[in-house]
């Protein structure tokens, strides 16, 4: 049996609070995401999306709890992956060109010019071949992250993580990156775990929404395959049947999820004052 890309084996997040005290951020998680999967993790504020996301990028270590890449356990960063977040990782003072084939310098040292030659056909692939020798703040936020997407495919990663990645966008503009990220992954065999507010995103996207409870100690509380079709018209999928039954049948599990953070903050609010 083939093992999975990401394992996630009851995991727990613990962190010191103040005065002695603890936070737990998620508690007994267990997930899977297949090989070539692209799924994405929605659920409200502060409910563990994004601790489950750095666990599986190593840069945070479960309390309690096994983390396994491709069945292995992981120690330290995971070297098979590479990590988009809401803010791209672009440095200010190097070109597009210097920005997208900045992580080949770390990952698969090579010369000079060859890294070049690939940065240029990745910046070919997300239409910004003329824009190489340009600097980030040069370039609209839509451009800025189809840079970043670069960023990342250009390292040849098994798994991209994928932390609300276009949430400051405007709409027409995540609905282009939204098509990019599944042109550029479409028959890649790469793997895609993905975090989202927006469950309408997360169902164009994906082959499975799954849902956590609100924090703290966030839990896996719904698994949903979506089986819509692909390819998939980003523009038009909201208005297929299919997918209006799919957001209702997630929205009943996420909805009361919400709810139960709304309460617990305002519960906190009345508290603190």
């Keep these: 049996m083939t093992p999975s890309a ?12 103040p005065g002695g005290t603890e936070y737990t951020a998620v508690e007994g998680v267990t997930l899977d995401v297949a090989e070539g999967a692209f799924v994405s993790l929605v659920g409200p504020s502060g409910c563990g999306k994004s601790t489950l996301l750095n666990m599986a990028a190593g840069l945070l270590a479960p309390s309690v709890g096994t983390v396994r890449i491709f069945g292995d356990p992981l120690r330290g960063i995971n070297r098979r992956a590479t990590c988009m977040f809401q803010q791209e990782a672009l440095l200010p003072w190097k070109t597009v060109l210097d920005n997208v084939t900045l992580s080949l310098t770390f990952r698969k040292p090579r010369e000079r010019k060859q890294s070049e030659e690939l940065g240029r056909l990745w910046l070919k692939r997300v239409g910004l071949e003329e824009f190489a020798d ?3 703040y040069q370039l609209s936020g839509g451009m800025r992250k189809r840079v970043a ?12 993580l994928m932390d609300e990645p276009f949430s400051a966008l405007d709409i027409h503009t995540r609905l282009r990156m939204e098509g990019e990220i599944l042109n550029l992954w479409a028959g890649s065999n790469k793997t895609v775990l993905f975090v989202t507010h927006d469950l309408e995103e997360a169902i164009a996207l994906s ?9 703290p100690a966030g839990r896996l509380v719904g698994r949903y395959p979506v089986d819509l079709p692909r390819p998939r018209n980003l523009i038009d999928i909201r208005a297929e049947p299919r997918f209006a039954d799919l957001y209702r049948s997630i929205w009943t599990d996420l909805r009361e999820e919400v709810l139960k953070s709304y309460e617990r903050a305002d519960y906190e609010r009345r508290h603190a004052s």
């Excluded at 990401?6 to 609070?17: D, I, K, P, Q, Y």
């Excluded at 997407?149 to 991209?160: E, K, R, S």
């Excluded at 082959?207 to 924090?215: I, K, N, Q, R, T």
């Design 6 to 17: 990401v394992s996630l084996e009851a995991v727990t997040a613990r962190f010191a609070g």
């Design 207 to 215: 082959d499975e929404v799954l849902v956590l409870s609100a924090g």
């Design 134 to 136: 340009r600097f980030p």
């Design 149 to 160: 997407m670069a960023q990342n495919w250009i390292a040849g990663p098994d798994i991209l």
